[in-house]
């Protein structure tokens, strides 16, 4: 029996924000009044010219570099002509001939656990369209949209499942909204919008057969699960003898299915041509190295560099490739305790994460260098896990070091060795039937002796000697 | 600047705007707002495809009948701050494509000198108003000619200048690598001055330039060169090549030396200009889907709409080179057509750097003959061979200025002289040298006795 595989490509539209549009000085703003942020130019009044956005075209440049693409010094402007109520001019100004970046890439791992290059095939410049809004038989137009700086990412068609397909969307939107803050990241407000090209061919064969496009595939709940139908449909059509049709599909989250939006019939023809009221878009190799300079570290090199100096497991790297600000003060804490960066780690994970949004992270009451003298003073066993989580409390709340509030609160006092031994004896010597129990196999009651010790040593003790000394006495007192 | 007054003015508009149909829209004498500075006091007509916040801007066309403009354009913007005032909008071919004023929804404007011929267009209403002195300026755009042949036709001065030292914002666009906003007038010195308060750089128009200095740049024409062109002799009527000849002959006296040029694809500016033209046009014109703008056929879908509204609303002209221009761009034929054509322009361009590097000037023919008469207008085939000696200054974007050279049955004929690119000032200089040493040039003031015709 045939084999299939799925191919797949991603258009992805991401709005970049700037303060002002992307051809005229309109604000680029969502939460006004239905146009209210319009101008000639926007609007597309006759006589109105396009002037470029410096900032939009900054933007642009890094997410390119970001993404590894060749800036291109020479990119051109052209017009897509067609026909739709939501378009000022009836043609678009976008980058047709010679987009702003061509090859770059992303890694996403793959089904079988192995990383793979995903190859970008270009990045363009363009403008948003206006929005309709549909009132009984009435169709409103919003132009406060129109103008929008856009920038398009187009994948070659490299994705080989819909869960590649998540992580190469999710990529892109960590990259544009988490490292690069160009774009907002609002999903339901279309900041980011996603389509997906899917076709399926024999394991083996280079031929690719007939796509359909699935619109607005634009949700990481659901962009996986909308192309491994689409394609487990396809297959279906294929192995039952039939042909897939050319068309464009939309997921229906309800029904979880994709459904026919509208037949492709023929060819579109937008009828390119250069922009000639904008002309060739010409960036000096000067500007481009600045832009550079403003790029940070990106995910996969990341992920790479904080497994090497760390050691740290694939949850927690998760945790700080997605969320750039917690492992900024991750890695200032390490500043200050480099050989803890597990435990500090830990700490970030376990403490800090349950009462810091990591959304809108900023952890101003907790400066870097108390977390890691608490991850020292953990290492150390100069105070015991419970202890840490109060002492984490109480730095919080007073805004003092730990290492001050161990010196001076009678709570974080340790006991000696031998006072928690003499209580380890105690709580052996007054449970002779649980004692006997315990020997007779029941195992599970070593907790109920440590639990005990910890009480009545008001957490002033290390839970895990604690354990070692009880299976001590146990043993000690069988002989 | 000297000037007519405004009571003289509206005397004239008065007296003759019914009959020539040059402004479609006066602004009443009592609303002018007349501003103080180094134009106060100069009256402009300003053709009606440039926006004007408040007046109409029907571009000749049903489509915007009911439009206001939102805004001002840039030039008229500036001019205006330097004190001019603002009379009126002026008749022209829809959306600037015709070669004769007859292709305006609001019926044609006829030319000043005999009301039985047409005034040239597109800009024919700019025209005919400077002639009949209803303006003192009047504000007109040239894409393929539409400023310097009505000013040849209506026995005026009218200029091209260099592509991006008129700011284009606020133009109602045809061809936006061609258009250009020109100045049309009676004196060349006026278009010196206007030109010089509505020239310079706008961060609004992305294709404007910082603008060369206007400031005189020669007094004689000792040891300029002039160029002439052998390819167009055989095409000018009688009439055209003796003011050509004798223009010559003039500017020789004057000292200037004859530089003979061969122009090969001479004829080729046709078909480039066309395709060129109308591609640009085919996506310009693409806004006007009666959704927007005032006017909208009844129709069920959208497609419907625009269909309906698109084929009501444009003209048969319009109809016909949105329709040439959707061609050249489709698929199949944008090699063949369009992107052979923008090969060619560069041919074209580079034809004419190298001119310049022989002669300072060109002089050319603007017409092959006088203004034709109403009842004779040539098919619209005809008409667009008519643009064969003023292309190739949109093509290059190089400036061009038109200037009265003679008079035949009593009818004014205009001849070109072109410059390289920048070179704006330079024409200035010797239209000025010409209207002061090249014989027969009083006829202007005959040409506005001819007001009883």
Same mark, same amino acid.
């Given at each position: 029996?045939?084999?299939?595989?799925?191919?797949?490509?991603?258009?992805?539209?991401?709005?970049?924000?700037?303060?002002?549009?992307?051809?005229?000085?309109?604000?680029?703003?969502?939460?006004?009044?239905?146009?209210?942020?319009?101008?000639?130019?926007?609007?597309?009044?006759?006589?109105?010219?396009?002037?470029?956005?410096?900032?939009?075209?900054?933007?642009?440049?890094?997410?390119?570099?970001?993404?590894?693409?060749?800036?291109?010094?020479?990119?051109?402007?052209?017009?897509?002509?067609?026909?739709?109520?939501?378009?000022?001019?009836?043609?678009?100004?976008?980058?047709?001939?010679?987009?702003?970046?061509?090859?770059?890439?992303?890694?996403?791992?793959?089904?079988?656990?192995?990383?793979?290059?995903?190859?970008?095939?270009?990045?363009?410049?363009?403008?948003?369209?206006?929005?309709?809004?549909?009132?009984?038989?009435?169709?409103?137009?919003?132009?406060?949209?129109?103008?929008?700086?856009?920038?398009?990412?187009?994948?070659?068609?490299?994705?080989?499942?819909?869960?590649?397909?998540?992580?190469?969307?999710?990529?892109?939107?960590?990259?544009?909204?988490?490292?690069?803050?160009?774009?907002?990241?609002?999903?339901?407000?279309?900041?980011?919008?996603?389509?997906?090209?899917?076709?399926?061919?024999?394991?083996?064969?280079?031929?690719?057969?007939?796509?359909?496009?699935?619109?607005?595939?634009?949700?990481?709940?659901?962009?996986?699960?909308?192309?491994?139908?689409?394609?487990?449909?396809?297959?279906?059509?294929?192995?039952?003898?039939?042909?897939?049709?050319?068309?464009?599909?939309?997921?229906?989250?309800?029904?979880?299915?994709?459904?026919?939006?509208?037949?492709?019939?023929?060819?579109?023809?937008?009828?390119?041509?250069?922009?000639?009221?904008?002309?060739?878009?010409?960036?000096?190799?000067?500007?481009?190295?600045?832009?550079?300079?403003?790029?940070?570290?990106?995910?996969?090199?990341?992920?790479?560099?904080?497994?090497?100096?760390?050691?740290?497991?694939?949850?927690?790297?998760?945790?700080?490739?997605?969320?750039?600000?917690?492992?900024?003060?991750?890695?200032?804490?390490? $500043?200050? +305790?480099?050989? &803890?960066?597990?435990?500090?780690?830990?700490?970030?994970? /376990? %403490?800090?994460? *349950?009462?810091?949004? @990591?959304?809108?992270?900023?952890?101003?009451?907790?400066?870097?260098?108390?977390?890691?003298?608490?991850?020292?003073?953990?290492?150390?066993?100069?105070?015991?896990?419970?202890?840490?989580?109060?002492?984490?409390?109480?730095?919080?709340?007073?805004?003092?070091?730990?290492?001050?509030?161990?010196?001076?609160?009678?709570?974080?006092?340790?006991?000696?060795?031998?006072?928690?031994?003499?209580?380890?004896?105690?709580?052996?010597?007054?449970?002779?039937?649980?004692? $006997?129990? +315990?020997?007779? &196999?029941?195992?599970?009651?070593?907790?109920?002796?440590? /639990? %005990?010790?910890? *009480?009545?040593?008001? @957490?002033?003790?290390?839970?895990?000697?604690?354990?070692?000394?009880?299976?001590?006495?146990?043993?000690?007192?069988?002989? | 600047?000297?000037?007519?007054?405004?009571?003289?003015?509206?005397?004239?508009?008065?007296?003759?705007?019914?009959?020539?149909?040059?402004?479609?829209?006066?602004?009443?004498?009592?609303?002018?707002?007349?501003?103080?500075?180094?134009?106060?006091?100069?009256?402009?007509?300003?053709?009606?495809?440039?926006?004007?916040?408040?007046?109409?801007?029907?571009?000749?066309?049903?489509?915007?009948?009911?439009?206001?403009?939102?805004?001002?354009?840039?030039?008229?913007?500036?001019?205006?701050?330097?004190?001019?005032?603002?009379?009126?909008?002026?008749?022209?071919?829809?959306?600037?494509?015709?070669?004769?004023?007859?292709?305006?929804?609001?019926?044609?404007?006829?030319?000043?000198?005999?009301?039985?011929?047409?005034?040239?267009?597109?800009?024919?209403?700019?025209?005919?108003?400077?002639?009949?002195?209803?303006?003192?300026?009047?504000?007109?755009?040239?894409?393929?000619?539409?400023?310097?042949?009505?000013?040849?036709?209506?026995?005026?001065?009218?200029?091209?200048?260099?592509?991006?030292?008129?700011?284009?914002?606020?133009?109602?666009?045809?061809?936006?690598?061609?258009?250009?906003?020109?100045?049309?007038?009676?004196?060349?010195?006026?278009?010196?001055?206007?030109?010089?308060?509505?020239?310079?750089?706008?961060?609004?128009?992305?294709?404007?330039?910082?603008?060369?200095?206007?400031?005189?740049?020669?007094?004689?024409?000792?040891?300029?060169?002039?160029?002439?062109?052998?390819?167009?002799?055989?095409?000018?009527?009688?009439?055209?090549?003796?003011?050509?000849?004798?223009?010559?002959?003039?500017?020789?006296?004057?000292?200037?030396?004859?530089?003979?040029?061969?122009?090969?694809?001479?004829?080729?500016?046709?078909?480039?200009?066309?395709?060129?033209?109308?591609?640009?046009?085919?996506?310009?014109?693409?806004?006007?889907?009666?959704?927007?703008?005032?006017?909208?056929?009844?129709?069920?879908?959208?497609?419907?709409?625009?269909?309906?509204?698109?084929?009501?609303?444009?003209?048969?002209?319009?109809?016909?080179?949105?329709?040439?221009?959707?061609?050249?761009?489709?698929?199949?034929?944008?090699?063949?057509?369009?992107?052979?054509?923008?090969?060619?322009?560069?041919?074209?361009?580079?034809?004419?750097?190298?001119?310049?590097?022989?002669?300072?000037?060109?002089?050319?023919?603007?017409?092959?003959?006088?203004?034709?008469?109403?009842?004779?207008?040539?098919?619209?085939?005809?008409?667009?061979?008519?643009?064969?000696?003023?292309?190739?200054?949109?093509?290059?974007?190089?400036?061009?200025?038109?200037?009265?050279?003679?008079?035949?049955?009593?009818?004014?004929?205009?001849?070109?002289?072109?410059?390289?690119?920048?070179?704006?000032?330079?024409?200035?200089?010797?239209?000025?040298?010409?209207?002061?040493?090249?014989?027969?040039?009083?006829?202007?003031?005959?040409?506005?006795?001819?007001?009883?015709?």
């Amino acid at each position: 029996m045939t084999r299939y595989e799925a191919v797949v490509g991603l258009e992805i539209h991401i709005q970049i924000e700037t303060a002002s549009k992307a051809f005229c000085r309109c604000p680029n703003v969502y939460d006004v009044p239905p146009n209210s942020a319009i101008c000639p130019v926007c609007t597309g009044a006759p006589g109105a010219l396009p002037v470029l956005n410096e900032e939009f075209v900054r933007r642009a440049v890094a997410f390119c570099l970001a993404v590894g693409a060749r800036v291109n010094l020479v990119s051109s402007f052209d017009r897509k002509n067609y026909f739709y109520p939501d378009m000022p001019k009836n043609y678009q100004i976008t980058q047709f001939f010679t987009p702003l970046g061509e090859e770059g890439r992303l890694f996403v791992i793959g089904v079988d656990g192995i990383e793979r290059p995903i190859r970008i095939e270009r990045i363009h410049m363009e403008e948003d369209t206006a929005k309709s809004a549909h009132l009984g038989d009435r169709t409103l137009l919003n132009f406060n949209r129109a103008g929008v700086p856009l920038i398009e990412v187009v994948s070659h068609p490299d994705l080989r499942s819909g869960a590649e397909a998540a992580q190469y969307f999710k990529k892109i939107y960590d990259i544009a909204v988490k490292y690069l803050g160009i774009c907002r990241g609002n999903m339901e407000e279309g900041n980011l919008r996603c389509d997906a090209n899917i076709s399926v061919r024999p394991v083996g064969s280079d031929n690719l057969f007939t796509k359909t496009e699935v619109k607005n595939v634009n949700s990481f709940a659901f962009i996986a699960k909308a192309i491994d139908y689409e394609v487990e449909r396809q297959i279906a059509v294929v192995e039952a003898g039939g042909t897939v049709e050319s068309e464009t599909r939309l997921w229906n989250p309800r029904r979880k299915q994709t459904e026919t939006m509208r037949k492709k019939t023929g060819r579109n023809d937008y009828r390119y041509f250069n922009e000639p009221d904008l002309g060739p878009l010409r960036l000096t190799s000067d500007f481009v190295e600045e832009v550079r300079r403003t790029v940070p570290e990106l995910p996969d090199a990341k992920r790479r560099r904080l497994k090497e100096r760390h050691h740290l497991n694939d949850e927690l790297l998760d945790l700080f490739v997605g969320y750039p600000a917690v492992a900024a003060y991750f890695e200032q804490a390490a $500043e200050h +305790y480099p050989a &803890g960066g597990r435990t500090i780690a830990a700490l970030v994970a /376990g %403490e800090l994460l *349950r009462v810091e949004d @990591k959304e809108h992270f900023d952890a101003v009451r907790t400066p870097p260098e108390h977390l890691a003298s608490l991850a020292r003073l953990l290492d150390g066993k100069r105070v015991t896990g419970p202890q840490a989580k109060d002492l984490f409390a109480l730095m919080r709340e007073t805004g003092k070091s730990p290492t001050e509030l161990v010196s001076s609160d009678a709570r974080f006092r340790q006991m000696a060795g031998d006072v928690v031994e003499a209580l380890v004896r105690e709580v052996v010597a007054e449970n002779p039937e649980v004692v $006997e129990k +315990y020997r007779n &196999g029941k195992e599970s009651l070593l907790g109920f002796f440590v /639990g %005990e010790v910890m *009480r009545r040593a008001k @957490k002033a003790a290390n839970p895990v000697e604690v354990t070692e000394m009880v299976k001590k006495e146990l043993t000690r007192q069988k002989k | 600047m000297e000037q007519l007054g405004i009571a003289q003015i509206y005397e004239a508009i008065t007296a003759r705007n019914g009959t020539l149909n040059a402004y479609l829209h006066v602004v009443p004498r009592e609303r002018l707002t007349g501003g103080e500075g180094p134009l106060s006091g100069v009256c402009i007509g300003v053709k009606d495809n440039i926006a004007v916040s408040g007046l109409p801007l029907t571009c000749g066309s049903k489509f915007l009948e009911h439009y206001t403009a939102p805004y001002t354009a840039t030039v008229v913007e500036r001019l205006t701050t330097a004190g001019a005032v603002v009379v009126g909008k002026l008749n022209m071919d829809e959306f600037a494509m015709g070669s004769a004023n007859t292709y305006s929804a609001y019926g044609p404007c006829r030319n000043p000198w005999d009301i039985t011929r047409v005034p040239g267009g597109s800009s024919g209403g700019s025209a005919a108003a400077v002639a009949a002195k209803m303006c003192d300026v009047a504000l007109g755009s040239d894409t393929g000619g539409s400023v310097r042949q009505p000013a040849a036709y209506c026995g005026v001065y009218g200029y091209k200048p260099t592509y991006g030292v008129l700011s284009r914002y606020g133009l109602t666009a045809f061809a936006s690598s061609l258009d250009q906003i020109g100045i049309l007038a009676r004196r060349p010195a006026h278009i010196r001055t206007v030109a010089s308060h509505a020239a310079g750089f706008d961060e609004r128009d992305a294709t404007s330039i910082v603008a060369p200095s206007f400031s005189p740049t020669v007094s004689s024409l000792r040891g300029m060169r002039i160029g002439v062109i052998g390819e167009y002799e055989a095409k000018m009527g009688n009439a055209v090549r003796d003011a050509y000849e004798r223009c010559l002959d003039t500017l020789r006296s004057g000292g200037a030396t004859i530089v003979s040029l061969s122009f090969p694809e001479y004829e080729q500016v046709i078909s480039v200009y066309q395709v060129v033209a109308t591609a640009e046009a085919s996506a310009n014109l693409a806004r006007f889907d009666g959704i927007r703008y005032t006017v909208r056929a009844d129709a069920g879908s959208f497609r419907d709409l625009i269909a309906e509204s698109r084929g009501r609303f444009f003209g048969a002209e319009v109809k016909r080179r949105i329709l040439l221009g959707t061609w050249v761009l489709s698929r199949d034929y944008y090699d063949s057509y369009y992107l052979r054509a923008a090969r060619v322009r560069t041919v074209i361009f580079n034809r004419w750097r190298r001119f310049f590097e022989e002669c300072n000037l060109v002089l050319m023919p603007v017409t092959t003959d006088i203004a034709f008469r109403l009842d004779e207008v040539p098919d619209p085939f005809s008409l667009y061979l008519e643009d064969l000696f003023t292309i190739p200054a949109n093509l290059t974007g190089m400036p061009a200025i038109a200037f009265p050279a003679s008079v035949h049955r009593r009818m004014p004929i205009g001849l070109q002289i072109m410059a390289d690119r920048g070179k704006d000032a330079l024409l200035f200089d010797v239209a000025e040298w010409l209207e002061e040493h090249f014989a027969d040039f009083t006829f202007i003031e005959r040409g506005c006795s001819h007001d009883a015709v």
